[in-house]
T-cell receptor, first 114, second 109 residues
Framework: GAVVSQHPSRVICKSGTSVKIECRSL??????MFWYRQFPKQSLMLMAT?????????EQGVEKDKFLINHASLTLSTLTVTSAHPEDSSFYIC??????????FGSGTRLTVV | GQNIDQPTEMTATEGAIVQINCTYQ??????LFWYQQHAGEAPTFLSY??LDGLEEKGRFSSFLSRSKGYSYLLLKELQMKDSASYLC??????????WGAGTKLIIKP
């Protein structure tokens, strides 16, 4: 149980375009979703916390106008990377807090901006 | 500031035992997690400690000492598939996860 489905797993986009990443909680309701970014050989860096029905909370240094987060329902949270640039190339992972198990993670999205 | 320290890389032999240490300094403490992450994949849950002592789960065990701000993950009977990064994460007083940089474990035959 407690599965988060994340799509797409890999995406290559041109510089200047936007990319949307979706995370769906399949068998539970996720009131809060955490969005992380991970550069090669580095740890997870929390970008923002999304709460269903309200505005996301962004970490210091993360541009909220560039990384748009929408959490319109209890089962879906999306991250849109707008006007992507090569430096945005990274591994993006969503995570939801599960009371008994801690946290469950999506499978991640490898974004490459060319 | 908040800080999680763990070794960058460790090497061990198949069939042996390895201990990965983690020390932390955080604003409050609401539990410590260990996750396994294979390259290019999302982390998977291994263990959770909130009270002092040893938690054993099959080949993996995790220990916590809150007074020392210290934890370790013990892996027994190492298998080649255990080659991965192991992430230590502490949940602070706001229930936010603070992540260590991860320890890359290399298993040699």
């Amino acid at each position: 149980g407690a599965v988060v489905s994340q799509h797409p797993s890999r995406v290559i986009c041109k510089s200047g375009t936007s990319v949307k990443i979706e995370c769906r909680s399949l068998d539970f309701q996720a009131t809060t979703m955490f969005w992380y970014r991970q550069f090669p050989k580095q740890s997870l860096m929390l970008m923002a916390t999304s709460n269903e029905g309200s505005k996301a909370t962004y970490e210091q240094g993360v541009e909220k106008d560039k990384f748009l987060i929408n959490h319109a329902s209890l089962t879906l949270s999306t991250l849109t990377v707008t006007s992507a640039h090569p430096e945005d190339s990274s591994f993006y992972i969503c995570s939801a807090r599960i009371k008994d198990y801690g946290y469950t993670f999506g499978s991640g999205t490898r974004l490459t901006v060319v | 500031g908040q800080n999680i320290d763990q070794p960058t890389e460790m090497t061990a032999t198949e069939g042996a035992i390895v201990q990965i240490n983690c020390t932390y300094q955080t604003s409050g403490f609401n539990g410590l997690f260990w996750y396994q992450q294979h390259a290019g994949e999302a982390p998977t849950f291994l263990s959770y400690n909130v009270l002092d002592g040893l938690e054993e789960k099959g080949r993996f065990s995790s220990f916590l000492s809150r007074s020392k701000g210290y934890s370790y993950l013990l892996l027994k009977e190492l298998q080649m598939k255990d080659s991965a990064s192991y992430l230590c994460a502490v949940q602070d007083s706001n229930y936010q996860l603070i992540w260590g940089a991860g320890t890359k474990l290399i298993i040699k035959p």
